[in-house]
C-alpha cells in the first residue's frame, strides 16, 4: 500500500520531469532541461523506493501467515 504510493508519486514526478525537459528544449532553457533531467532521476528513485517497500510489506504478509 505505502509502496504503490510511492511508486505513483515516482511516475508523476517522473513525467513531470519529462515536460519540463522537453520545455526546455523547446525554448532553448538548459536550465529547465536540466531541472527537467534532475526530476527525472528524482522520480526513478522514488518509484524504485516505492518497489522495495511494496516487496517489503509482501514479504511481511507472507510470514504472518
Not at 515516482?10 to 519540463?20: D, P, S, T, V
Not at 531541472?35 to 504472518?64: C, H, I, S, Y
Amino acid at each position: 500500500m505505502a509502496g504503490e504510493k510511492e511508486q505513483l508519486k515516482g511516475m508523476g514526478e517522473r513525467l513531470e520531469g519529462k515536460a519540463e525537459e522537453f520545455k526546455g528544449e523547446l525554448v532553448g532553457d538548459t536550465e529547465a532541461k536540466r531541472q527537467g533531467k534532475l526530476d527525472q532521476l528524482k522520480g526513478n528513485l522514488r518509484e524504485a523506493w516505492g518497489n522495495v517497500k511494496e516487496k517489503a510489506e509482501e514479504l511481511k504478509r507472507d510470514m504472518e501467515r
